[in-house]
């Protein structure tokens, strides 16, 4: 069985949700001002753009962290916006995808300069460079070692 987390892991659990929550906030604020999109759009249109304009359903529902259930419901939305569309994926026919459409590129293009400017203010002006790498190693490494588990 595995032991409870000390009072560190604790506190560095609370931060990492604190700063989730004030940052998608303020992030989520811009965007809604600049572009009328709100965040969790943003991050798949981006998740799709990184991925070469298309992911599975399941893929979009991992790194969206959405339920497939949700994932359906979500993807509804984006898809009557013109942002997304589904696909019947080539390699296996019963399986559907989702694709970035130009309007969902464009959009995230323009939306992106936002985002950016609000994840440096809010976020990435209060670390040095190497903190910075640290966090992202250490992160990452948390994925990865969980996902494996």
Known sequence: MARL???????????V??????????LEEALLETSALPL???????ELRLAGGSLRMHQLAEVAT??????????DRMEEAGLVERRVCPLDR???EVVLTEK????????APSV??????HFGRHLTDEQASLLADTLEGVVQADRRS
């Open 5 to 15: 987390p000390d009072e560190s892991r604790i506190r560095a659990w609370q931060g």
């Open 94 to 96: 019963r399986g559907l």
């Open 104 to 111: 969902g590129s464009e959009t995230q293009r323009r939306a």
């Open 66 to 75: 959405l339920s497939r259930s949700g994932t359906t419901r979500f993807v």
């Open 116 to 121: 950016l400017r609000g994840v440096q203010e």
């Open 40 to 46: 969790p759009w943003y991050q798949v249109l981006v």
């Open 17 to 26: 949700m604190r700063i989730h929550d004030s940052v998608s906030a303020a």
